[in-house]
């Protein structure tokens, strides 16, 4: 059974910083992309970055680029966003999903829980 | 604002067919396939439609996709109260480099 389980949210000040983790199980992590995708309350959904399978190649929305990195550790099946320089608009349930395949595609047929996060003083 | 629109509600009753709309540009929707995802209140995405039209394993065959030049749509016959999400189309967008999400759109079977 594929599961993905994200950790790593809670409460930060603006300007402060965050490590999401989200650790799968039941397929081949390095087969697959991986995303981060969040929800405001009240909002939608909108991707935040995404990595391919070997982790070589890295994406970021427009509204993260050069505060947020996504990484992976492929042998232990965890995928990471570094969270930095935290604004009162980046609070949501932060999602990891899983691509289809071993490139970032918009096709995420596995999705996590959520992890929390609120940044407020 | 999304890259992708779509109305914020639609609405319908037990039977009825209902249809939403998902428009974008060439850089996107033009250019590349659509997915479509369900979220029922208080659970994570599903993936409903991917590839336009293609139906994951387990979605029932009263979900349709479509995609016609810079727009696509989802539509369900046969509206059932379970039906009742919020409805999501996702692409590729080639000038930003990564997936685009639309608004989302409020389902409600009164």
């Known amino acids: 059974e594929v599961q993905l389980l994200e950790s790593g949210g809670g409460l930060v000040q603006p300007g402060g910083s965050l490590r999401l983790s989200c650790v799968v199980s039941g397929f081949t992590f390095s087969s697959y992309a991986m995303s981060w995708v969040r929800r405001a309350p009240g909002k939608g959904l909108e991707w935040v970055s995404g990595?391919?399978?070997?982790?070589?190649?890295?994406y970021y929305a427009d509204s993260v680029k050069g505060r947020f990195t996504i990484s992976r550790d492929n042998s232990k099946n965890t995928l990471f966003l570094q969270m930095n320089s935290l604004r009162a608009e980046d609070g949501a349930l932060y999602s990891c999903?899983?691509?289809?395949?071993?490139?970032?595609?918009?096709?995420?047929?596995?999705w996590g829980q959520g992890t929390l996060v609120t940044v407020s003083s | 604002q999304s890259v992708l629109t779509q109305p914020p509600s639609a609405s319908g009753t037990p039977g009825q067919r209902v249809t939403i709309s998902c428009s974008g540009s060439?850089?996107?929707?033009?250019?590349?396939?659509v997915n479509w995802y369900q979220q029922l209140r208080g659970t994570a995405p599903k993936l409903l439609m991917y590839?336009?039209?293609q139906r994951p394993s387990g979605v029932p065959d009263r979900f349709s996709g479509s995609k016609s030049g810079t727009s696509a749509s989802l539509a369900i016959s046969g509206l059932q109260s379970e039906d009742e999400a919020d409805y999501y189309c996702a692409t590729w967008d080639d000038s930003l480099n990564g997936p685009v999400f639309g608004g989302g759109t409020k389902l409600t079977v009164l």
């Open positions: 990595i391919s399978g070997s982790g070589d190649s890295t």
């Open positions: 590839s336009n039209n």
């Open positions: 060439r850089s996107n929707i033009g250019d590349n396939t």
């Open positions: 999903a899983r691509d289809q395949g071993t490139i970032l595609t918009a096709q995420f047929d596995y």
